[in-house]
């Protein structure tokens, strides 16, 4: 796992969305993918793998807020998925 500090907070948070969409709590997957979008974008690392994982977080959060928690879900793991992969 990188040693960016933001890259973790941001991995951590997108799995805190993912538990909580699990359970269908859609405004929960939106909270927590905005949290970790923040770290994400403030990570400054050029990384195809951090572009993904922003793209996957502003799709949790879009979802989230509009109630479905089960797309919200999909783009916060493929968003833990890539996030992770960051070097």
């Not at 991995?11 to 859609?26: M, N, P």
């Not at 109630?67 to 879900?73: E, N």
Request: aromatic fraction near 0%; charge should be negative.
């Amino acid at each position: 796992q990188a040693d960016n500090k933001h890259v973790n907070e941001a991995v951590e948070h997108a799995k805190e969305a993912v538990s909580h969409g699990k359970q269908g709590h859609a405004d929960a997957v939106a909270q927590h993918s905005e949290e970790a979008l923040k770290h994400a974008q403030a990570a400054g690392v050029k990384n195809p793998h951090l572009d993904e994982g922003i793209k996957h977080l502003k799709e949790a959060v879009a979802h989230g807020k509009a109630g479905h928690a089960d797309v919200a879900t999909e783009h916060a793991e493929a968003a833990v998925t890539h996030l992770s992969e960051v070097k």
